[in-house]
């Protein structure tokens, strides 16, 4: 089953990212870091994505996932996503629960799951 934002240039979300964290007092900065620990994409290769129009597919398929990343659990869009069956779905919800976490103000070290 392919799901609509699969096919959803990352770019087109990330702003409404910035959005979230900046209106709670945080930085785009730590919103790139939480990224680039999760995909592994330093920020040249985050802006080369958002600037090339990158899908979700295209993005986490180039992304090399954090083999923390499993350790993400809790509930995002009222599923929890250690539960979320599709890979790439679970990956996106990984990537929402982590800015979910920054806007918060969850501890830096505590959201990068050392």
């Known amino acids: 089953m ?5 096919a959803m240039p990352v770019s087109e979300v990330y702003p409404h990212y910035v ?8 930085t785009v900065a730590e919103l790139d870091q939480v990224i680039e620990w999760l995909t592994g994409f330093d920020k040249a290769a ?8 990158t899908t979700f597919e295209d993005f986490f398929d180039e992304a090399s996932l954090n083999p923390n990343a499993e350790l ?3 509930v995002i869009c009222g599923v929890r996503v250690e539960e979320i069956e599709d ?4 990956k996106i919800r990984y990537m929402d629960k ?3 976490e920054v806007a918060r103000g969850k501890r830096m070290e505590s959201i990068l799951r050392h």
Do not use: C, N
Not at 2 to 6: A, D, G, M, P, T
Not at 87 to 90: A, C, F, G, T
């Open 2 to 6: 392919s799901h609509r934002i699969f």
């Open 19 to 26: 959005t979230k964290v900046e209106k709670k007092g945080h």
């Open 46 to 53: 985050l802006d080369g994505h958002l600037e090339a129009g």
């Open 72 to 74: 993400i659990t809790g």
């Open 87 to 90: 890979p790439l779905m679970q």
């Open 98 to 100: 982590l800015v979910d």
